[in-house]
């Protein structure tokens, strides 16, 4: 059981919008707010204390895991709070904690700031594979949940979600939603994967694609007639076409390119930008939508040309990254410093900015 002292903690990480709350031994506790790290105003931890902290959120399974492992990754609820994502691991002897807020509240599709129409249109297909890419902290996970709970509010359907650990919690509405955890409730994305067929699902959210087997079985899936969604620590569509490929051995790839042509609906890569002059982030996007043109480029392996059919594509809804750094920047949402330290290739931008 959490202390009033740790609650309040948490508390104060929620009404300060804090996305990351860190602990750890000889500091005071810090939280993330809007990027930048802030200490809180309060005496240095000591071994004992951060120790205290971490063995309360454990119930006896998860003790047991973490003395052997060393690290663990768990999830947590604070009733009228919040949902919390947290990290346990050993550094120089002692324990650390990275906690992550993950509010009760799902955000919207708006809310995200992604674009309604192309999302709509993307979710209402009954199979295909959507992947949401980005560094860690650059909401993926949201954005997820955003999609899931579109459908669950507009579609009779079975979804079921793997995660590692649980971050937001679903409530039926049009759609009965199974959450799976691995680790209690599978013991692998694979494992759980080869028997979600016979589970009669419409929807299947993986919470990452790590290994060769789960990229495997998510194009597998999506293949015979489901929507899957997924995510990749990816930067941008091209590298994450690249990333899935290569996973394969070389014997596999000409297969592998011509199944992922059939069944890639949409890559969205994103990141989360300091708002100008306020408190919160703003959402980075581009967006691949997988048409006729991209299709035939990733199977005849001229991955390198699609960030050519994404730039003039706009009609289509497709947008680069450089194209939403622009727009956030002329609409005065971000820093033309933050525009330009977030681009990968700065001398496009340049050329959009000076047009």
């Known amino acids: 059981m959490l202390s009033k002292r740790w609650e309040e903690l948490l508390r104060m990480m929620v009404d300060e919008k804090a996305s990351d709350l860190h602990l750890g031994v000889d500091m005071p506790p810090y939280l993330r707010i809007d990027e930048k790290l802030v200490p809180v105003d309060r005496e240095p931890l000591n071994s004992e204390t951060v120790k205290e902290f971490a063995y309360s959120l454990l119930d006896e399974k998860q003790r047991k895991q973490f003395e052997l492992e060393k690290e663990l990754d768990m999830s947590f609820g604070i009733e009228g709070l919040s949902r919390f994502r947290a990290n346990l691991f050993y550094q120089r002897g002692n324990i650390g904690i990275s906690i992550r807020a993950l509010p009760y509240h799902i955000m919207s599709v708006e809310e995200c700031g992604l674009p309604p129409e192309a999302i709509s249109d993307l979710l209402s297909k009954p199979k295909g594979l959507i992947l949401v890419t980005g560094a860690t902290g650059s909401g993926k996970s949201t954005t997820l949940a955003s999609m899931i709970e579109k459908i669950n509010r507009e579609r009779a359907c079975h979804i079921v ?35 979600v067929l016979r589970q009669d699902p419409n929807v299947i959210l993986i919470g990452e694609m790590r290994d060769l087997e789960t990229i495997e079985s998510a194009l597998n899936i999506a293949e015979t007639g489901h929507l899957v969604l997924s995510t990749l620590h990816t930067s941008d569509a091209v590298q994450t076409i690249n990333r899935i490929i290569d996973v394969f051995p070389e014997y596999k790839q000409n297969q592998v390119r011509v199944q992922l042509s059939f069944v890639l609906l ?6 989360l930008i300091p708002r100008l002059g306020g408190k919160g982030r703003v959402l980075a996007l581009e967006l691949l939508i997988a048409n006729h043109a991209v299709r035939s480029l990733i199977r005849d392996a001229k991955i390198h040309q699609i960030y050519s059919v994404i730039q003039t594509s706009q009609k289509e809804g497709m947008k680069t990254m450089n194209q939403s750094l622009y727009e956030l920047y002329i609409n005065k949402l971000i820093k033309l410093e933050d525009a330009l330290s977030r681009t990968l290739d700065p001398d496009d931008l340049k050329r959009l900015l000076e047009r």
Request: net charge negative; hydrophobic share 30%; no cysteine.
């Open 161 to 195: 979600t793997i995660e590692d650990p649980i971050e937001y919690v679903y409530r039926n509405k049009k759609s009965i939603i199974d959450q799976r955890e691995v680790g209690y409730d599978t013991h692998s994305f694979a494992q759980a994967l080869k028997h």
């Open 266 to 271: 949409a890559v969205l890569s994103q990141q």
